[in-house]
């Protein structure tokens, strides 16, 4: 991979300015509020008096709060003059090759437009701002350098005096010029900081029906301090979301993803840290939802290869305990009713001892797929279905929207058909064997609730799943197609992952 050792040198440039532009946007602050310097600002021309060729203050005893403000703003040369240095670097930086740079280092194409429109965008962005500043700088630093802490010594020519009055005059104008770029480079650095990847590889960790979930397993990161630090793992699973129409929509969905963990950990179901990452380049959202690495060793579906009868049964008696909390929740009453995807992929064993092949009575669960925020209020979703939809090739949408959608978010609700969908999917698992199992467990969990529907027989759940199975197998050839009609006809990129053929 190319070095790109120019480009670090422009962003630890930048980084250094940064830090000299926060501390004289702050000086700039406390001037605006200190009646000391207005005072002196109101009667510039009063302040100086003429010794030969040269001006001094009339009254140089001031505060040591107005000396450090007026040596905070018009002062510190080597600090200005660090700014000075990286605004004439990103000047003179090849466009093209930092563009490089970021998708060298940066996975995520809309991540990469949205750095660099920071940069080098329409409108104020960092390198406009930056070649605004150069004329200034260019000439204010030699007056800078006279400007100290010992105002008694303080001399000042006559240009010197008149390049003063011109700062103060364009006070407002410069902290403008200071405000927007300290915005804008934070959130370049923290949007960079999380995205910059130095010879990463991406493992994608598993394909459901819709997303793609991925993780990074080694290569180099920034950290808090912008210092890169090398990663053999990282503690995030990421799962890139279905497009959403508007910023609305993402912020609507957002509040819900972290609602439905609030709920879900306040009636006692554990879930592991999650956070939601977006982008937003010409008009195209990106969102990727992000959940603490769980140790895949210990998802329900996978450790039950490991487990004889008996422990098996023990795991699913757990996910039945984790489930009568949603029950419990859901039979209060009230205007929030909790939905959840109760297959066993969703779900984590705690093990105290880290036993591959037993489930121990102390054992927890994890919850892990709140990336579908399913509750309702007053017995609305709240969550957009139609965003969920985009995922749906745009020739099938009308026919999900008109026949399917409210019975498949229906499913999510009651509880017994949660169950057998838990249990059907034993198939897909290829262990039907545990089926016979399950079910008796799960008829003396439901008799014992008075959950309304009656026993889950065999025969129904074969029926679900045949039933389940196909729909599946049809929606990802619709998928396949979409994916041919999109890149081989209308020469788009198609915006998914597919998985390969599903064993079921």
Same mark, same amino acid.
Request: glycine share 6%; proline share 3%.
């Given at each position: 991979?190319?070095?790109?050792?120019?480009?670090?040198?422009?962003?630890?440039?930048?980084?250094?300015?940064?830090?000299?532009?926060?501390?004289?946007?702050?000086?700039?602050?406390?001037?605006?509020?200190?009646?000391?310097?207005?005072?002196?600002?109101?009667?510039?021309?009063?302040?100086?008096?003429?010794?030969?060729?040269?001006?001094?203050?009339?009254?140089?005893?001031?505060?040591?709060?107005?000396?450090?403000?007026?040596?905070?703003?018009?002062?510190?040369?080597?600090?200005?003059?660090?700014?000075?240095?990286?605004?004439?670097?990103?000047?003179?930086?090849?466009?093209?090759?930092?563009?490089?740079?970021?998708?060298?280092?940066?996975?995520?194409?809309?991540?990469?437009?949205?750095?660099?429109?920071?940069?080098?965008?329409?409108?104020?962005?960092?390198?406009?701002?930056?070649?605004?500043?150069?004329?200034?700088?260019?000439?204010?630093?030699?007056?800078?350098?006279?400007?100290?802490?010992?105002?008694?010594?303080?001399?000042?020519?006559?240009?010197?005096?008149?390049?003063?009055?011109?700062?103060?005059?364009?006070?407002?104008?410069?902290?403008?010029?200071?405000?927007?770029?300290?915005?804008?480079?934070?959130?370049?650095?923290?949007?960079?900081?999380?995205?910059?990847?130095?010879?990463?590889?991406?493992?994608?960790?598993?394909?459901?029906?819709?997303?793609?979930?991925?993780?990074?397993?080694?290569?180099?990161?920034?950290?808090?301090? %912008?210092?890169?630090?090398?990663?053999?793992?990282?503690?995030?699973?990421?799962?890139?979301?279905?497009?959403?129409?508007?910023?609305?929509?993402?912020?609507?969905?957002?509040?819900?993803?972290?609602?439905?963990?609030?709920?879900?950990?306040?009636?006692?179901?554990?879930?592991?840290?999650?956070?939601?990452?977006?982008?937003?380049?010409?008009?195209?959202?990106?969102?990727?939802?992000?959940?603490?690495?769980?140790?895949?060793?210990?998802?329900?579906?996978?450790l039950l290869r490991r487990l004889d009868t008996e422990n098996a049964k023990r795991l699913f008696f757990m996910v039945l305990r984790e489930l009568e909390k949603v029950f419990a929740f859901n039979a209060r009453g009230g205007g929030v009713r909790i939905g959840i995807d109760?297959?066993?992929?969703?779900?984590?064993?705690?093990?105290?001892?880290?036993?591959?092949?037993?489930?121990?009575?102390?054992?927890?669960?994890?919850?892990?797929?709140?990336?579908?925020?399913? %509750?309702?209020?007053?017995?609305?979703?709240?969550?957009?279905?139609?965003?969920?939809?985009?995922?749906?090739?745009? %020739?099938?949408?009308?026919?999900?929207?008109?026949?399917?959608?409210?019975?498949?978010?229906?499913?999510?609700?009651?509880?017994?058909?949660?169950?057998?969908?838990?249990?059907?999917?034993?198939?897909?698992?290829?262990?039907?064997?545990?089926?016979?199992? %399950?079910?008796?467990?799960?008829?003396?969990?439901?008799?014992?609730?008075?959950?309304?529907?009656?026993?889950?027989?065999?025969?129904?759940?074969?029926?679900?799943?045949?039933?389940?199975?196909?729909?599946?197998?049809?929606?990802?050839?619709?998928?396949?197609?979409?994916?041919?009609?999109?890149?081989?006809?209308?020469?788009?990129?198609?915006?998914?992952?597919?998985?390969?053929?599903?064993?079921?």
């Amino acid at each position: 991979m190319e070095r790109f050792t120019d480009i670090h040198a422009l962003v630890d440039a930048i980084e250094r300015a940064h830090k000299f532009k926060k501390k004289r946007l702050s000086f700039m602050k406390r001037a605006s509020v200190n009646a000391e310097i207005i005072r002196m600002r109101d009667s510039f021309d009063l302040l100086w008096r003429k010794d030969g060729e040269d001006y001094r203050l009339r009254n140089p005893s001031l505060s040591k709060g107005a000396i450090d403000i007026l040596a905070g703003i018009f002062g510190k040369k080597e600090e200005a003059g660090a700014i000075q240095e990286a605004d004439r670097a990103l000047c003179a930086i090849d466009r093209l090759r930092f563009n490089h740079f970021l998708s060298a280092t940066i996975a995520s194409v809309p991540s990469v437009n949205h750095l660099y429109e920071l940069f080098f965008g329409p409108g104020e962005r960092l390198e406009r701002l930056a070649c605004d500043r150069i004329p200034y700088l260019e000439r204010y630093l030699p007056t800078m350098g006279r400007i100290g802490t010992d105002m008694e010594a303080l001399v000042l020519s006559k240009a010197d005096i008149d390049t003063l009055w011109e700062m103060i005059q364009l006070f407002d104008v410069i902290r403008e010029n200071l405000q927007k770029d300290t915005a804008l480079y934070a959130r370049f650095r923290k949007d960079f900081r999380g995205h910059y990847r130095e010879g990463g590889e991406l493992s994608i960790l598993g394909y459901g029906e819709i997303s793609t979930v991925m993780s990074m397993v080694k290569g180099r990161v920034l950290d808090r301090s %912008f210092e890169l630090q090398r990663v053999e793992g990282s503690k995030w699973v990421w799962k890139r979301m279905p497009p959403f129409p508007s910023r609305e929509e993402v912020d609507r969905y957002d509040a819900a993803y972290r609602e439905y963990r609030a709920l879900l950990v306040a009636m006692g179901i554990a879930v592991p840290e999650q956070a939601l990452s977006r982008f937003d380049y010409a008009g195209a959202l990106t969102v990727y939802a992000g959940q603490a690495r769980i140790n895949p060793d210990f998802v329900a579906h996978v450790l039950l290869r490991r487990l004889d009868t008996e422990n098996a049964k023990r795991l699913f008696f757990m996910v039945l305990r984790e489930l009568e909390k949603v029950f419990a929740f859901n039979a209060r009453g009230g205007g929030v009713r909790i939905g959840i995807d109760g297959q066993l992929s969703n779900w984590v064993l705690d093990s105290k001892g880290g036993a591959l092949n037993y489930v121990h009575e102390g054992d927890g669960m994890f919850y892990i797929d709140t990336s579908t925020p399913l %509750f309702r209020k007053e017995g609305r979703e709240q969550m957009n279905p139609e965003v969920f939809i985009m995922t749906t090739p745009s %020739f099938l949408r009308w026919v999900v929207r008109r026949f399917f959608l409210q019975e498949v978010l229906d499913r999510y609700y009651d509880l017994r058909l949660v169950i057998v969908d838990i249990i059907a999917n034993l198939h897909k698992e290829q262990m039907p064997g545990l089926i016979p199992h %399950f079910i008796p467990m799960a008829n003396a969990f439901i008799d014992r609730l008075g959950i309304t529907g009656g026993a889950i027989t065999r025969e129904e759940v074969d029926k679900y799943y045949s039933g389940d199975a196909f729909i599946w197998k049809f929606y990802q050839f619709a998928r396949r197609i979409d994916r041919f009609i999109t890149e081989s006809i209308l020469r788009k990129k198609y915006s998914y992952r597919l998985p390969g053929k599903i064993k079921r």
